[in-house]
């Protein structure tokens, strides 16, 4: 399991947060971002960076976007935020079905959903960020077992 790729919609908040996450936690693999409507071309949203560099992350260099037909086949693993991403993905990648799975999906009754903060509070921006480092870690555990 080489190449992950996590999605969100605009691949400006949440996504290029838990790229970070995982790259720094997996350091020898192929990870990326990108969105289902990517804002393509716009760098990570302040509010995230801001929050990213607060926890010793630099996402400043991030451009957002578009998901590709291409991506999903490159992909070993995809990890999306949101139930409904994972159901959009395998709509539009019927191929990719088997490599798709939601980052809060920690297993029987610990699933959980990783909310859009885009235009939101500052909260808003730290609760997603505290909820990708969790499922972030958990999946980096697993894809260490894995591989």
């Known amino acids: 399991m080489d190449n ?16 970070a996450l995982l790259k720094a936690q997996l350091p020898d693999k192929n990870i990326w971002s ?5 804002l393509v071309g716009r760098p990570a949203d302040p509010l995230a960076q ?17 998901l590709t037909s291409w991506m999903c086949t490159q992909a070993d693993l995809l990890l999306v935020m949101e139930d409904g ?7 539009r990648y019927p191929l990719a079905r088997g490599k798709i799975h939601c980052l809060g ?12 903060p885009y235009r939101l509070s500052r909260i808003a921006f730290e609760t997603a960020h505290a909820e990708i480092d969790r499922g972030v870690h958990f999946w980096a555990d697993r894809i260490r077992l894995l591989s």
């Open 34 to 38: 990108a969105g289902l409507s990517a």
């Open 85 to 91: 991403h994972r159901q959009e993905l395998e709509s």
């Open 4 to 19: 992950i790729l996590l999605v969100c919609v605009g691949n400006i908040c949440r996504s290029p947060v838990a790229e």
């Open 105 to 116: 999906d920690l297993g029987p009754g610990k699933a959980f959903q990783i909310a859009d």
């Open 50 to 66: 801001a929050i990213a560099a607060e926890h010793g992350l630099d996402i400043s260099a991030h451009r957002a976007q578009q």
